[in-house]
Each structure stands twice: as structure tokens, then as C-alpha cells.
């Protein structure tokens, strides 16, 4: 979580960090500050300007601030040691040396009690500062900055990426990282480092992924990158596709209502990889055996060599599917895809779990990661456990070069384009889609599908952008139906199968972005316990398509509506038993079973979205939560 950018270059340093940082602020937006080289009494100095609260605040406050110096770092927080406040937020200045931080520092309390023993003040209850403090007793030794960062590397136990400046060496600035992302931007006549290639697209599309244990100094316009042993590294620039006007809002009020209109462009471009138009069927591309399979991007990294093969997903007994949050529920679905498609058992787990339950995972099984991201810090450390163990793995990541792309054995991408709202969206539908892919390439090398039921999955595939198009309609409904719905006590998502995994996803929705108490639940689950809590004032979202548990998951409705719940209903078509039983029927366009989920998923997003604006609350940005979770 936070985000970090640094800048030299003959642009005004200040605005490049803002703008930059705004594009970093998914990454947690509680306090934000930039330090900018000034004259300060003749003296060349870092002047830090911090403010609590969202990065508007910042802005405000740099209105009138003008600095003369041609570098300068910034920091968006989500806090972690110490609580949001001016006096915790970055950058921290010790001793003429100033510093961002994005991570945690977990032998804080031992360098704190060490730093305190030899006299050192502190002036925020950070683990950041410390590496400041560690960096400026340093820096008198060596005279040169990046010499103490090697110094002070082996003292630090955690996950950090910083970006550090000195005031005697104040065309120097160096950032080096252990964990989370780090981004090297190569302009003309100017450079960026920055937590992620959308705080660099506006200033190069030329980049350099840093990987873990690496340092990159910079001095004016020039770079040069080591290992933590100062060793040189040789790195390549890669040039990235993504264009600025992604980034923006396009004429929508929010990024997750954009992010959510932009789902049936997003779907196709997951699939286009893939699919072999002329004969109607699909085969896998970028697993990391064929010859467009690895683009320059995972060319980097050289532990990307075990690649998988057909053959070895064919031989494969068993597969686990590890995730968080909504990528989670995206391979909660791929379960049932990939079981009833290819015939080959899939648990699914989350990854906070799966990593500390010592997991028997036996030979010959693959490890399914899902990550936006690619960062997730236990979805990471899930994916290094499995491999440890002997498994092979395969990532499915929007961002690419992130760490969990780069370490999986094969790649697969959703293709989404980049997603800013915190709330996922067009990446859930874009997972949905290359997990339909997965089981029917699956389900034919495994001699489980034949070819008029791969027409027939791919079909449906191919045709739902189009249906996309036409759920979308649901927004005004949800726009005009959110000041009813925001006053219910909670709302309950049920669903059978497939289906269950969007009321798990609706109902998260709900949670992280009206703040308002939801349930997901199988619908079959209902007499078991979450009954009891229907009356009037509980609303029930059903989705119940016309698949195979229709007739059940009509009954459950039933039950809900005989105990006076109030009812949304999600179906097929014109479905009159549906309309009359619920309040609302919603209907969608008639579709396989396989693609239901991605079509499902839009009437629930938006009703998240139009509750939570009807409450007042900042939809791209939920309180307390954090695009990219790099910590535990
Ligand atoms: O980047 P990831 O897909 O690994 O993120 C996983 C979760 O943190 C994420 O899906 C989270 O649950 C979203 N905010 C949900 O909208």
C-alpha cells in the first residue's frame, strides 16, 4: 500500500509528484506530502510539505508554495505504524536526508530501541523514519547516498520500496526495493520512479521494472542500477501500451462507474489472445510455451524458464486456486467451471489462509493465482509456497511485470486495461473470461469436451460483450432505485452453483463501498441459519437464472418472500414466476450457464455503486481500504 513517486527533470517538480501521486491515490489516501529541493538561506535543502486526509488537501496547501530545485519525492499513505496524521505522513527528514517509504519495517521496535539508546528524537511513531535515521548516520561515513543505502540494506527486515534524497548530494536521488513495485521511468531529459506505471505514463512510456534487491541511482537525467552489493546490472527499457487517457475519467463521475461500463471491451480483450476465430475454438496463448507466449516484459526476469507446457497441464491431477477478495470469488467460479468442463478437482482458497495451514499439496498439482495486481502480499507468498512445495503455477494478473506475473512458472492476463477504483470490476469479468478459457482448454487436452460443446462454450463467450451492453441499461434503474435501497438494515445475495460466487461478490461490493451490512449466500443454505434474519426491513438480491438449480433457487425465493423479505430478483429473459414473486425482477439475455456469472456481475456492481454514491460515500476511494494490498 502507499504510493511513492520521485522526479528530476526540467518540469516543475511539484506538479509532476502531484499528478503523479493522483494516480498513485487508490493506493491509500489518508495523509500525503512531497519534498522538493529550495534554497533555503543559501543552503540547498529537501522542503517538505505534508497534510492529513485526502491528497486534495496537499494541493491546497501547495497552492502558493513555489520551490526552485529541479528534484523532488511524494507519498500518498495507508497507514500501518502510526495512525493518520501530518506529524506520520511522508516524506520523513533526518539529518538532511529525506525519504518515502511504501511497505513495513518489521525489526522497527529493535531499531527504534537501538537509534533511542544512542540518543536519536523521534518525530513520528513511523518505521519509515527509522530508515532515515539509519540513512543519515550513514551518509556522514560514506558521503554518498546510494554507498549508505548498501550499508543500511542488511539492517532492514520487511518489505519497502523507497526513494531517498540528500541535501549535499542534491542531484541524487535513490530508490531501491524489497518487495513492493518500483518503477524506473526513462524520459527525454528526465526520470521517474514511482510505485506503478500509471504515475509514469503522462511523463515516458519508457519504463524499467525493478526487481527485488535492487537499487537504481539517479544523478540528474542519467541512471545507473546494482544489487544491494553494488554490483551493476544490465536492465532492459521496456515500452509500455497502456495510454494516459486511460487513467482519466473520461466524462464519468467516478473510475468505478467508468471501470464498469468499460466491462464488455474489457471481456473481449481477455479473450482475444485466445481465441482462434476461422475454426471456432480456443487455445491458450502466454502459458509459456509457444512462440508469442512471453512478451518482452517477462523476457526480465530469467526464473521465468520452467515454462508450462500443454503437457503438463495435461498430466496434472489436481488444481488449486489461491486468491483474495474479489479475485477469490472470480476462482470460487472457475471451480465450477473447471470441474464441471475439464473433470479435474480445484479447491479454492484465500490466500491469508492457505499460506499459514500448511497446505498438502500434492505432485503434480497446479497452483492457479489470481491477482489484479500481481502485489497482493499473501497472494504472493501463497504463490512462493507453492512453488517451494514443487507445484507448477500459472498467474492470472491485469498488471503486468508485477511480482506474482513475474514469479508464476506460466502467465495468463486479464487484459482489463488499468483498473483505479478500489472496488474491482473490469478485471472480475475479464477473470471470469480467461477462466472459461482455462476449463475448455483444459476439458480438450484432458479429452472431456468435444467439439460441438467448445463451439457452444465459446459461443456464449464470444457473444457477451454484446449482452454486456445491454445490462449495463440496469444503471439508471439502480440510479433511481438507490435512495430506497440505501435505507434497508442489510441485504442478503443468494445464488446456486456458479451463481453463488456473485453473491459472495455482491455482497463485498456492498460492504467496502456503502458500508453497509451484506451477506453472500448459497442459496440452498438458507434454512440453515440465515432465515432467521428476514423480515421486512432485510432486502434479498436472488440471482436465479434459468440454468439447471432454477427450480430450487425458485423456492428458496419463495421462502424469503413468505417471511415478509423484500425482493430483487436477477433471471433469464422474461421469467413471469420470477416477476411475481420478487419486487424488482431484473432480467438478462438468455445465456449459457458458463457466462451467467459475467453478466451477473454488472446489476450487482451497480447497485454497490449507485448505494453507496446515494450515502455520500467517495466510491473510488472507501474508507480505511487500499487498492493494492502489499502488507499482511
Ligand atoms: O489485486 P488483487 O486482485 O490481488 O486484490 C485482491 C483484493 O484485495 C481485491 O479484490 C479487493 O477485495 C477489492 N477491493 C474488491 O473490490
Not at 489516501?29 to 497534510?51: E, N
Not at 495486481?373 to 503486468?400: H, M, P, W, Y
Not at 455482497?507 to 451484506?518: D, P, R, S
Request: glycine fraction near 8%; proline fraction near 4%; include cysteine.
Amino acid at each position: 500500500m502507499c504510493g511513492i513517486v520521485g522526479y528530476w527533470g526540467s518540469k516543475d517538480p511539484k506538479q509532476v509528484i502531484v499528478d503523479g501521486l493522483k494516480r498513485l491515490e487508490y493506493r491509500g489516501y489518508d495523509s500525503a506530502g512531497i519534498a522538493v529541493l529550495d534554497q533555503v538561506q543559501g543552503q540547498p535543502k529537501f522542503r517538505v510539505v505534508r497534510a492529513q486526509g485526502k491528497l486534495m488537501e496537499l494541493s491546497r496547501k501547495l497552492e502558493q508554495e513555489k520551490f526552485s530545485g529541479q528534484i523532488g519525492i511524494g507519498h500518498t499513505r495507508w497507514a500501518t505504524h502510526g495512525v493518520p496524521s501530518e506529524r506520520n505522513a511522508h516524506p520523513h527528514s533526518i539529518g538532511g536526508v529525506t525519504l518515502v517509504h511504501n511497505g513495513i519495517i518489521e525489526n522497527y521496535q529493535e531499531i527504534r530501541q537501538e537509534l533511542a539508546a544512542q540518543g536519536s528524537q523521534f518525530l513520528s511513531d513511523t518505521d519509515s523514519e527509522l530508515v532515515a535515521h539509519l540513512l543519515s548516520h550513514e551518509v556522514k561515513q560514506t558521503g554518498d547516498l546510494h554507498a549508505a543505502v548498501l550499508k543500511v540494506w542488511p539492517r532492514l527486515i520487511g518489505a519497502y520500496a523507497i526513494v531517498a534524497v540528500w541535501e549535499q548530494q542534491p542531484d541524487v536521488m535513490v530508490a531501491f526495493k524489497n518487495g513492493p513495485p518500483l518503477v524506473l521511468g526513462v524520459g527525454d531529459g528526465e526520470i521517474v520512479v514511482a510505485s506503478d506505471v500509471q504515475a509514469i505514463i503522462s511523463t515516458t512510456k519508457r519504463v524499467v521494472y525493478l526487481n527485488d534487491n535492487e537499487v537504481v541511482k539517479v544523478k540528474g537525467a542519467n541512471y545507473e542500477i546494482t544489487d544491494h552489493q553494488g554490483r551493476k546490472l544490465k536492465k532492459d527499457i521496456v515500452t509500455i501500451d497502456w495510454s494516459a487517457d486511460l487513467v482519466e475519467k473520461a466524462g464519468f463521475n467516478h473510475f468505478m462507474l467508468k471501470e464498469i461500463h468499460e466491462q464488455p471491451r474489457a471481456v473481449a480483450n481477455a479473450m482475444a489472445p485466445h481465441v482462434d476465430l476461422e475454426n471456432q475454438s480456443v487455445r491458450l496463448t502466454g502459458l509459456g510455451f509457444s512462440a508469442q507466449s512471453f512478451d518482452e516484459i517477462s523476457k526480465l526476469d530469467s526464473k521465468v524458464d520452467q515454462a508450462l507446457s500443454f503437457e503438463k497441464l495435461k498430466n496434472i491431477d489436481r488444481i488449486f486456486i489461491i486468491a483474495c477478495g474479489t479475485s477469490h470469488y472470480a476462482g470460487l467460479a472457475g471451480k465450477y467451471l473447471i470441474e464441471q468442463i475439464a473433470r479435474i478437482p480445484v479447491e479454492v482458497d484465500i490466500a491469508s489462509e492457505f499460506r499459514y495451514r500448511e497446505p498438502f499439496i500434492p505432485p503434480r498439482s497446479l497452483v492457479l493465482v489470481i491477482s489484479q495486481s500481481g502485489e497482493t502480499a499473501d497472494t504472493l507468498a501463497a504463490l512462493r509456497l507453492a512453488k517451494q512445495a514443487g507445484a507448477l503455477t500459472l498467474s492470472i494478473c491485469n498488471v503486468r511485470a508485477s511480482s506474482i506475473d513475474r514469479e508464476a512458472h506460466g502467465h495468463l492476463y486479464m487484459n482489463s486495461g488499468p483498473e483505479i477504483g478500489v472496488a474491482s470490476t473490469k478485471a472480475f469479468v475479464s477473470t471470469l473470461a480467461v477462466l472459461n478459457l482455462f476449463a475448455l482448454q483444459l476439458g480438450k487436452l484432458r479429452s472431456q469436451l468435444d467439439r460441438d460443446r467448445e463451439r457452444r462454450f465459446l459461443d456464449a463467450l464470444l457473444g457477451t460483450p454484446a449482452q454486456m451492453e445491454a445490462v449495463l441499461a440496469y444503471d439508471s434503474f439502480f440510479a433511481e432505485a438507490a435512495a430506497t435501497l440505501k435505507a434497508y438494515r442489510g441485504i442478503l445475495f443468494m445464488g446456486r452453483g456458479i451463481n453463488y460466487p456473485i453473491a459472495l461478490e455482491g455482497a463485498l461490493k456492498l460492504k467496502e463501498l456503502a458500508y453497509m451490512h451484506a451477506e453472500g449466500y448459497a442459496a440452498g443454505e438458507m434454512k440453515h441459519g440465515p432465515l432467521a434474519l428476514i423480515d421486512e426491513r432485510m432486502l434479498i438480491v436472488m440471482v436465479c437464472p434459468s440454468d439447471k438449480n432454477y427450480e430450487k433457487t425458485l423456492s428458496n425465493l419463495e421462502e424469503a418472500k413468505a417471511r415478509g423479505g423484500k425482493i430483487i430478483s436477477i433471471g433469464t429473459g422474461d421469467n413471469s414466476q420470477l416477476k411475481n414473486v420478487s419486487d424488482h425482477y431484473l432480467s438478462l439475455p438468455k445465456a449459457e450457464w458458463t457466462v451467467n456469472p459475467i453478466l451477473e456481475a454488472i446489476p450487482v456492481q451497480l447497485l454497490a455503486y449507485h448505494v453507496a454514491n446515494a450515502l455520500g460515500h467517495d466510491v473510488d476511494q472507501p474508507r480505511n481500504l487500499a487498492k493494492s494490498v502489499t502488507v499482511e
